[in-house]
């Protein structure tokens, strides 16, 4: 007699919303490698199609707004989405098709990267998007991300040290209604120092600085990390130590590829249940 198949547990889907990122380091491709890495169904909606490598951005082709509404919606009607992030969405006619689509197919946890210059110093959100991306997007997020400089871009406060970078992050929570994790890697010292700020609770996230020969991409592998975390029911809190965790190894385990050493997103060795 034959036995019964075993019930099979579904994969959690994640969905990335970001530009692609034709050396593959960062944007859609960094996401869905990170996605696949932890264990999570990738699905993505490009907003735009980007001519880059680690050293530069030479050309950006932006998606029209109604093709990024497509696919978000193509996505959820083929897929549960168990968490999602925003990354590179260039424009204002793209943000605001990106707020209404999160809004209508109620994606609760989203993870907002305000990706707004690329390492290599390129811009990647245009400057009158940014009042959109305020208004529209990021009062819709479960957490947002920033960077030291994309935190000042969007408080228009400098930011020196661990003390700035706090109250950076307490003003950005209660201004948009969202938890707030300001990175500090941009910040100098041994150790970086990243800041959460969730419901008023303070959590600072702290690990000893790799000396990595290049960083492209480590934004989005973080949002992604985060995202794939959550997809799996961690806690906020829980899903952010480790996404860190994941982008510190791939920092530390880079190797060479062509004339650069991109993020190592292979495997880990070790287990993040």
């Not at 109604?66 to 925003?86: E, Y």
């Not at 970078?165 to 929570?173: F, K, N, R, S």
């Amino acid at each position: 007699m034959a036995r019964a198949a075993s019930a099979v547990t579904a994969v959690p889907v994640a969905l990335t919303i970001a530009g692609s990122d034709s050396g593959g380091g960062a944007g859609i491709q960094a996401d869905l490698k990170t996605f696949t890495t932890l264990g999570v169904f990738g699905t993505s909606a490009i907003t735009c199609i980007t001519a880059q490598n680690p050293c530069g951005v030479y050309g950006v082709t932006p998606m029209a707004p109604a093709a990024v509404t497509a696919q978000i919606t193509a996505i959820q009607r083929g897929f549960p989405i168990a968490a999602a992030k925003t990354g590179m969405l260039y424009s204002a006619p793209i943000i605001r098709a990106v707020a209404d689509a999160v809004r209508r197919h109620t994606i609760r946890r989203l993870v907002i990267d305000p990706v707004m210059i690329a390492t290599s110093g390129s811009r990647l959100l245009r400057a009158d998007a940014i009042r959109a991306l305020e208004a529209r997007l990021l009062p819709l997020a479960l957490v947002i991300t920033p960077n030291i400089p994309e935190a000042e871009a969007l408080s228009g406060r400098t930011i020196r040290n661990l003390r700035d970078a706090t109250d950076c992050a307490v003003l950005l929570a209660r201004r948009y209604g969202t938890a707030c994790l300001v990175k500090g890697g941009h910040l100098r010292g041994a150790i970086v120092r990243d800041i959460l700020i969730d419901h008023d609770r303070i959590t600072i996230f702290a690990s000893p600085r790799v000396a990595a020969r290049e960083t492209h991409g480590t934004g989005c592998t973080l949002s992604a990390a985060i995202v794939a975390f959550l997809a799996r029911g961690m806690p906020l809190a829980s899903a952010i130590r480790h996404a860190r965790i994941f982008v510190h190894r791939a920092l530390a385990t880079a190797r060479p590829a062509g004339t650069h050493v991109p993020l190592n997103l292979l495997p880990p060795r070790r287990s993040y249940s």
